[in-house]
């Protein structure tokens, strides 16, 4: 096997040496048989004679050889390649302008799967993830975290369907590393979290049951924090970072690959979850955690779902109001953890998937617009396909060789593609990263997306190559030779199929332009809103005290108590408890402090953009109504809020030691957070509704251009018998709008049900806009008829003289 | 050439020069000089047919080759059998056997 492997690579690539030793080979045996007919007594000319005519044909003996070596079909795929390479290079503005058609097509393409992958469909980079489910508790107002810890224990300890189950929580950490305060993603957990996901250490060790005891308290690095932080050095093994009143010494680092089990929020550190104290641990009546669990082999979800609701139904029982229960204690449900959680999946997968579509279309309107510029080379090399059917070129052969160069063409449109990508990947990340918590996603061009590209490339190319590869091999030799190109007689033939694809390119263009319209203006409405405070030059940060250092005693003297207890509540309050009457002076009784109401302020939008305002009680800040360790500041600016935020730091670090200025933004920024997704989707849509608009436009101006110049012959008889430069100019018009008009009247029904599939995540347009329609339709036309314009203007400066003349 | 020669029946070409090979490495020109004296000069075979032979059981891994020197001193390209060609050999050989005996059942049959 090894030699045959061999023997065949030796044939591909040392071609020439093989021919060589072929050619040596033969000429040791004329030489050989020579010397015996010499040996037998004739002279060396007549012997030279003999033996040549005994020989026969060389070449065919050759070519046998070489059929013998069993490589002819990658020999002639290479001869086809470099035949192609020769042809392309010959004709480089057309190998440039597919070249980067295609690059924007699949570069687009490929730049959404990868985010796509990364949100949607990639599975955690964790041991057969498939085995992993998160243990929710679900009521009637949803599904929830982990049961309460205590009861999480007796699953741990009591069930038989799992290998094994860990808790653990992500949230912002403050930590104090060799005296300087900072914030980190970290992430409490169970010592077997490592062990259930199957993770091991890059460095170091993992987390082991004993660490649960704190004794010393111990913590593990992620691989980004180690290189961000620590500079990726080796001996950051045993260094110490404090945690409140713990000392964690550093153990061990994950590897790269590994992020938390959440996408977009990759964690920097894990602590053992025993930090949160006994007091948390044993409340039996909240979920404030997670819980990961690997079932055991053989074990269906539904089974150990059976076997642990019992356990959590019997922890339960007596211990919460039948409401609360069944809100939200209601039972257990077991929910697939491959993909980590779903939080970032929901809110995109809509919005990708349609994004998705959107950049589907656009491929498809470059494709046709490489299947035109085919098919028109395709007619302008007739001379070239006939001369090689005429040499004995089957018709396949000649398919297949078209075929090769368009596959080229688009394997180099998708190399030019994949760099596009990964700048557009990266315009994406950076995209996604903004605000206070922003969603970090890890882009990367893997094996996933070059195999997804190499797809792309391989159908897109095969499907748009072979249309114009079939039409082409229909030469009829003895006709071509002689006529090169043909003249009007050809156009009837071909022209439907571009005619078709243009067609069709205006059908699609017309979805994307509806579409871009749609999501633009929903981006302008939500913008639009009041949401009831001016956004516009304020900063917002926020103010945390160190615990180890400001011990709730001391917090009180930092807030500086206000005994006064007033309120002011908000419009929509004011009317649902008092009908708008006598709210002013009314007491208000909140967790056992009484306050009185002394004014009415106007709504204002608070979590999202899209709901109705809730009812809100504003109350000094000074007055808190529960342990207040954090503070957010909200401080209208004039100037640069980059010094600013350096002279809040000053004024911060004047107050005492050990406050932390986190979570710095602009409230704008804030803003554009909450409209990420109507932002992503906008812009997107909006930028492929130009390209496919300018595709479309490129489209229409080459089939025309082609005709004009196909129809060179009629236009110039038209004019001998007296048609004016404008009477040709509008024939070619005409035709332009009428095949346009044939697209939008395919493309407005079209685009109506597509439309109606994402009202979901339209506000305040209706999908089935008539203005958005018209507009669209309108810029399609005015688009079609400038496309046409150009070769019209060709086609009426025609010099009558030359155009009958003209083959 | 002599007038009694007679062509060979298809398929036997890979026999014989793979039972020509079982003795050891020969080139090519060897192989027609032995067929020749061998079968007393009834059966030729051509350079038109021998050489593809030689590299289709070559790239079937049957038989492999090397350059080295010939008897008169030149370049010359030897062949040899593979293990896997020994086997093929003895396949072949059994093939052969019962087609001939067969044959040769029906050939007596009055």
Known sequence: MLNWLKLRLRALFRRGTMEEELDEELSYHLERDIQRHIARGMSPDEARSAVRRSFGNVEALKEESRDARGTRLVEDLLADLRYAFRVLRRAPRFAAVAVLTIALGIGANTAIFSVFDVILLKTMPVEEPGDLFFLDVVGSAGINGAPPYPCFERFRDDSQSFSGMAAFQVHGLTLKIDGYAERVVGQLASASYFDVLGVEPLLGRMLAPEDERLDPPVTVLSYRYWQRRFGGRPDVLGKTIAYRDHVLTIVGVTPPEFFGLQVGTPIDLTIPI?????????????????????????????????????????????????????????????????????????????????????????????????????????????????VRVAIGAGRCRLVRQLLTESLLLFAMGSAVGLLFASWAGQMLVSFF????????????????????????????????????????????????????????????????????????????????????????????????????????????????????????????????????????????????????????????????????????????????????????????????????????????????????????????????????????????????????????????????????????????????????????????????????????????????????????????????????????????????????????????????????????????RIDTMIALRHE | MGKNKTDLLAGTLDLIVLKLLQSGPANGWDITQRIQVLSQDILSVNYGSLYPALHRLEARGWISSKWGASENNRRAKFYALTTAGRRQLAAERETWERFSTALELILQTR
């Not at chain 1, 939008?605 to 007055?623: A, F, G, W």
């Not at chain 1, 430069?725 to 029904?749: D, F, H, K, N, Q």
């Not at chain 1, 009202?759 to 399609?780: E, H, K, N, Y």
């Open chain 1, 274 to 386: 025993t930090v949160v104290g006994a007091d948390q641990l044993g409340d039996g009546g909240s979920w404030w955690f997670d819980a990961v669990a690997r079932l055991e082999p053989g074990v269906s979800s539904q089974q150990a779902r059976a076997e642990i609701d019992p356990i959590f139904q019997r922890f339960m029982r007596n211990r919460m109001s039948a409401q609360a229960r069944a809100q939200h204690f209601d039972h257990m449900e077991l929910t697939p953890a491959s993909r980590g959680f779903g939080q970032l999946r929901n809110q995109f997968s809509e919005p990708l998937l349609l994004v998705a579509g959107i950049g589907g279309l656009v491929l498809l309107i470059a494709c046709a617009n490489i299947a035109n510029l085919l098919l028109a080379r395709a007619t302008a090399r007739r001379q070239e396909f006939a």
């Open chain 1, 433 to 796: 990263a903004v605000g206070r918590n922003p969603i970090l996603l890890d882009l990367r061009l893997d094996w996933r997306t070059l195999l997804f590209t190499a797809a792309l490339c391989l159908i897109t190319g095969t499907l748009f190559g072979l249309l114009p590869a079939v039409r082409a091999a229909r030469v009829e030799a003895s006709l071509d030779i002689k006529k090169g190109t043909s003249r009007t007689t050809g156009s009837r033939l071909r022209l439907p199929a571009a005619r078709l694809l243009v067609v069709s390119q205006v059908a699609l263009s017309v979805i994307l332009l509806v579409a871009a319209n749609l999501f633009v203006r929903t981006l302008a409405n939500l913008r639009a809103l009041d949401v009831g405070f001016r956004a516009d030059e304020v900063l917002t940060f926020r103010i945390e005290p160190l615990e180890s250092t400001y011990p709730t005693e001391r917090l009180a003297a930092l807030w500086t108590m206000v005994l006064d207890r007033v309120a002011i509540m908000n419009e929509t309050a004011a009317r649902f408890y008092f009908d708008d009457q006598d709210s002013l002076g009314a007491r208000v009784k909140l967790l056992d402090r009484v306050y009185e109401v002394i004014g009415v302020a106007g709504d204002s939008k608070h979590n999202s953009l899209r709901d109705e305002i809730p009812t809100v009680l504003y109350l000094p800040v000074l007055q808190p109504v529960d342990g207040l360790r954090q503070l957010t500041l909200a401080v209208r600016t004039t100037g640069d809020a980059a010094s600013l935020i350096n002279a809040v730091r000053g004024e911060v670090r004047e107050l005492g030691p050990d406050i932390l200025v986190t979570e710095v933004a602009m409230l704008e920024q804030q803003i554009d957070r909450a409209l990420l997704q109507e932002r992503l989707v906008a812009m997107l849509s909006g930028g492929f509704g130009v390209l496919g608009l300018l595709l479309a436009a490129i489209g229409l101006y080459g089939v025309m251009s082609y005709a004009v110049v196909r129809r060179t012959n009629e236009i110039g008889v038209r004019m001998a018998l007296g048609a004016s430069g404008l009477a040709v100019a509008w024939l070619i018009v005409r035709e332009t709008l009428i095949t346009a008009g044939a697209g939008v009247a395919i493309g407005v029904p079209l685009s109506l049900l597509a439309a109606r599939a994402a009202a979901s995540l339209l506000f305040g347009v209706q999908p089935t806009d008539a203005a958005t329609i018209a507009v669209s339709a309108a810029v399609l036309i005015a688009v079609a008829a400038i496309s046409g314009y150009l070769p019209a203007r060709r086609a009426s």
